[in-house]
């Protein structure tokens, strides 16, 4: 334990863990030798190293990171916008690494040892955690964090961003003023959760937002929400809490909104029952390469539900209406589309509404069905 306090070295070995008050209980120690600038100097070094984020929490900190991966003994990488960037941390040391991983894993409240090696958890300040150690990753412990955002962007910041154009901003207002319910695809790092917070900011306040997730990410900045999270079993496989159980547990909330964070298992049925039993204005996301791909990810999530594929499309039909798909580019996250879900069972089907092109965005076959529903027309 190179660096760290003896003092605080010598109470982890009488097996007392570092808690925020034996920190501040050891650099008061030192306030006389050190005086009161060296004892806060020392009291900032102590909380970092022992209940922070060690060498990581400098990158944590830059309000331009929204991910920090820790690549084993092979180098720490960081998304500030543009992609993933190679960084000058240097954790070469395996034992120091594992023991970061285990104590985050700590915070997060979770285990992180031989028998449960990997662990997807949330730490204090809402960064999520996900650590995994060998022989299931190759040489150190691997360790990604996803940092939320500090302040949560309205529609207008995305616009300004780039990720839409006033006309799409309209659109997009449209489907959540007139309650259509709807998806947002993309792959990872598009910025999902980014514009479904946003959008969901548009709600009218008299309305209640019930927010499903397995570890929270979505931050709204509206005053009526309510955040359901899912739970893992503990070390002896008992207690799990299913996203299947939340949204169950959803409909006895009266939510006049019902969100799923993201979509990506057997909840899949609950939802679309749900959404099929007057929870108008319901959405969520999923993982998509397209808009026209995202019927084909509902049935592979049905099928883990047990339902077959006439089953999946005959409720995906009437319980999505409009799906908005995103992509990324050169850093860029961008609205790619705008598609509307038309016909039920077998002759369900994702028609493009508004698709980006060279100059904006281009209408396609499903534009008129895009127009009636934000026209609210019958």
Known sequence: MSGVDPAVVAQIRRGRLPTVERVEQVAATHTVRLGSEGSAQLREQLHTTLLGLGPLQELVADERVSDVLVNGDRGVWVDRGRGLEATTVSLTDDRSLRRLAVRLAGLAGQRLDDAAPYVDGLLPGGVRLHAVLPPLVEGAAHVSLRIPRRVVPALGDLRDWGMLDDDLAQVLTALVRRQVSFVIGGGTGTGKTTLLAALLALVPARERIVVVE??????????????????????EGRGEITLATLVRQSLRMRPDRLVLGEV??????????????GHEGGCGTVHANSAGDVLARFEALGALAGMDTAAVRAQVGSAIQVVVQLTRCDGVRRVHEVAVLQGRGAEAVVRPALTRGLAGMVTGPGHSELRRLLDGSP
């Open 214 to 235: 397995d570890t929270r990410e979505l931050r709204i900045a509206h005053p009526h929400v309510v955040h359901l999270q899912g739970r893992g079993p503990n070390v």
């Open 264 to 277: 990506r298992g057997a909840e899949v049925r609950e939802m679309l029952t749900a959404l099929n039993t």
